[in-house]
């Protein structure tokens, strides 16, 4: 007997069951914040102090550049971070030293004493923007513990707080235990679910015996439950023939039930029930029969066809790892692909650059181009050469050679140095910074923008912020893969409750910025049956190491994230979603997504487990944009949007909503949206030429004369920092 999708006893472990309709949640306008005291000061840092330093030879560049001409830049920090900001500099056409761009992220404030500056100057094509005034809870956010009188005693909360995340892998122990508690109080204080769950168990047990009976007698018997469509660990034919296939069968069913006694227990916090739930199934998977040499048919079967050498070559696998997990190297085979060489070799100059970002702009492939160019901005924590990876799936290059002007944010990587730059120094300094430069080199012409994951948020923020402002430079907006409510957030909500979110700010808080490791092994344990245990089954018991691709080592090529921008993105988005609510605050003054009225190509992905695709969908809620085109494409996170043309089995569905008509919820636009062969790029291509102007001839590599000459060959320099 087989476990039917619409059997009682079948749960999302075992068998797909579609998640029931929701009803979408009224729109709401945006409020104005309540007026509080300022206690955060605003620091005004002129041209001449935003300049990156002179080269090593003290001789000044034939040129100079900065963030705008005549213009000065506001970086606000609160109070008891004022330690650290900008320091004098020109930019030279050799790139800034690590030690240079500190200085200019770290200049001591003491000439700013007041909690308020005058407004800030802006480019003659943007209305001026206040100057930012943080509310109170804004700056306690940053420390959490303000409310100590002592630093000392802070410290020690801290520390110990380390220390036990130390020990916990990262993962709060208070959040577990209060989750453990609240799952197994009310499981006690239900017994019609201990007699559901007894039953459960009855019942298995029945069917486990009768199927080993039958295996053992006849050799073959029909399964009483399959895995899910998505589970490949149990694929090899070994798996099939008894006892292997009565071990297998247990650990499903037992898996099963797992999840039955973890769900639908009344009374259970939601965020109790997902971290038990999480938890219950990263033990079932660290203990399935797979992971276990003698009770894997496949290992077993290799092992004596070869004589036990696939278990030396694991172990050689194995040394290699933890050695260069001790040195902090890339995995093997990372060595064959590399920056400017075979990664990221779109040919380009780095035409702008300051303490954060450098701007690349793509050299063009055709005499002609669109009028508008393509601003694009992946996530501060991931390298921009996702974009442009190898020649044959390159989005850059895709975009190149079909006439558009491509220009590409690549961000620094900060070190504990940079720990005090918040997300307002991201917008200004570095989305806000590259349209102002776009805007001087390409003068009357709007800008197609782009943000990937994090720089999606990040464009919105500021895209709403200048749609308030009056700024129209924007002709469109494209978010791959950008949550802008952060509700539903997928299984990576278990590391979002306040006590996890506090473990995570002291760790931080230590080192100054959250390491790539970190967030890296976050993800895995979203997955760990395929990123983790399986992976050790390929490659230290059956000695088959992985091959490296572009995607992969692009993905070993992590970076940082300063502490309190991280903190900031965390709180105020994944905790408050401010963003959503109206009431995230930019210049002092709340923003609202609905301001924006610019097109909007949102992309999702189907096997999202980062940014799931019915939050993203949200975006139509908040939408007021004369159009907004969805696409949602099959592949997860990145395979999903490096989704160049030619592959046979990938897919995607897309509609468009204009302004005024009706939003379908999520389900239903699912089941009615058409699905398209093939890759969407072709589709967002004709999209932008929609959107454009027509053609011109193709611009010049930077403005030497507005101040702007090409200081580098692409990539740059940013990117190639560890």
Request: charged share 20%; aromatic share 8%.
């Amino acid at each position: 007997m087989i476990d039917e999708p619409n059997d009682p006893e079948v749960s999302p472990t075992s068998t797909e069951v579609p998640p029931g309709e929701q009803a979408a949640p009224p729109r709401r306008k945006a409020r104005a914040p309540r007026k509080k005291k300022p206690l955060t000061a605003t620091v005004t840092v002129s041209e001449q102090e935003l300049r990156t330093t002179l080269p090593s030879d003290g001789n000044p560049p034939a040129v100079e550049q900065s963030l705008q001409s005549s213009e000065a830049a506001a970086i606000s920090v609160p109070p008891r971070d004022i330690d650290r900001l900008a320091a004098p500099a020109t930019p030279a056409v050799a790139p800034p030293s690590e030690a240079e761009n500190v200085a200019v992220l770290q200049r001591a404030v003491a000439t700013a004493p007041t909690a308020k500056a005058d407004k800030v100057a802006t480019a003659d094509s943007r209305p001026a923007e206040p100057a930012t005034d943080c509310p109170d809870s804004f700056s306690r956010r940053l420390s959490d513990r303000s409310e100590l009188d002592s630093d000392a005693l802070e410290q020690i909360d801290r520390l110990t707080n380390i220390a036990l995340g130390q020990l916990s892998g990262g993962l709060s122990p208070a959040s577990l235990a209060m989750a453990y508690l609240d799952w197994s109080v009310h499981l006690a204080a239900s017994p019609g679910k201990q007699m559901q769950l007894a039953a459960k168990a009855t019942r298995k047990a029945l069917r486990l015996g009768t199927y080993a009976v039958s295996a053992a007698l006849t050799g073959q018997a029909e399964a009483t439950i399959k895995p899910l469509p998505g589970d490949h660990r149990f694929d090899h034919p070994g798996w099939q023939r008894f006892p292997y296939n009565v071990i297998y069968q247990g650990f499903l069913l037992n898996q099963q039930w797992w999840h039955n006694a973890t769900t639908g227990i009344r009374g259970v916090g939601k965020q109790s029930e997902a971290a038990v739930s999480f938890m219950a199934r990263q033990i079932l998977d660290m203990l399935a029969p797979c992971n276990m040499p003698l009770l894997n048919p496949e290992i077993v079967e290799t092992t004596a066809k070869e004589g036990g050498s696939n278990l030396l070559r694991g172990a050689k696998n194995w040394y290699d790892d933890q050695r260069r997990t001790l040195r902090k190297e890339k995995p093997a085979g990372s060595e064959a692909f590399k920056v400017g060489e075979n990664l990221a070799i779109t040919p380009g100059k780095v035409v702008f650059r300051n303490p954060l970002i450098e701007l690349i702009q793509y050299a063009p492939s055709t005499p002609t181009v669109q009028r508008e160019p393509v601003l694009m901005q992946s996530a501060w924590m991931m390298k921009y050469y996702i974009l442009d990876l190898s020649p044959h799936n390159s989005l850059v290059k895709y975009l190149v050679d079909r006439g558009h002007t491509v220009f590409m944010i690549s961000w620094l990587n900060p070190g504990p140095e940079c720990r005090n730059l918040g997300m307002e120094d991201y917008r200004r300094l570095g989305t806000l910074a590259a349209i102002d430069v776009i805007s001087a080199l390409l003068p009357e012409r709007k800008i197609h923008a782009v943000g990937y994951c994090l720089g999606g948020i990040l464009l919105t923020i500021t895209a709403a912020a200048m749609a308030r402002d009056g700024d129209e430079r924007l002709a469109s907006i494209t978010l791959f893969t950008a949550m802008t409510d952060f509700t539903e957030v997928g299984e990576i909500n278990v590391f979002m409750d306040a006590s996890e979110v506090t473990l995570l700010e002291d760790m931080m808080w230590e080192k100054g910025y959250l390491g790539h490791q970190q967030v890296s092994g976050g993800f895995q344990l979203l997955k760990s049956a395929d990123l983790i245990w399986s992976k050790m089954v390929r490659e230290y018991y059956l000695g088959h190491r992985e091959p490296m691709f572009d995607l992969m080592a692009w993905n070993a090529d992590g970076t940082r994230m300063p502490f309190r921008q991280h903190s900031e993105v965390l709180r105020r988005l994944y905790v408050d979603n401010e963003l959503f609510q109206g009431k995230y605050l930019v210049g002092g003054r709340a923003i609202s997504i609905s301001n924006i009225h610019a097109p909007i190509f949102a992309v999702a992905a189907v096997a999202d487990h980062v940014a799931p695709w019915r939050s993203v969908y949200k975006l139509h809620l908040q939408s007021d944009a004369t159009e907004l085109t969805f696409v949602l494409t099959s592949g997860g996170h990145n395979v999903g949007i490096v989704n160049e043309p030619g592959h046979p089995h990938r897919s995607f569905r897309m509609t468009v909503c204009r302004e005024g008509e009706r939003c379908l919820d999520a389900e239903t636009w699912k089941a009615q949206a058409p699905t398209y062969p093939g890759s969407w790029w072709p589709a967002w291509q004709e999209w932008l030429l929609q959107h454009s102007s027509g053609t011109v001839a193709a611009p010049a590599m930077g403005a030497a004369d507005k101040g702007y000459p090409p200081l580098a060959d692409a990539p740059g320099s940013y990117v190639l920092q560890e």
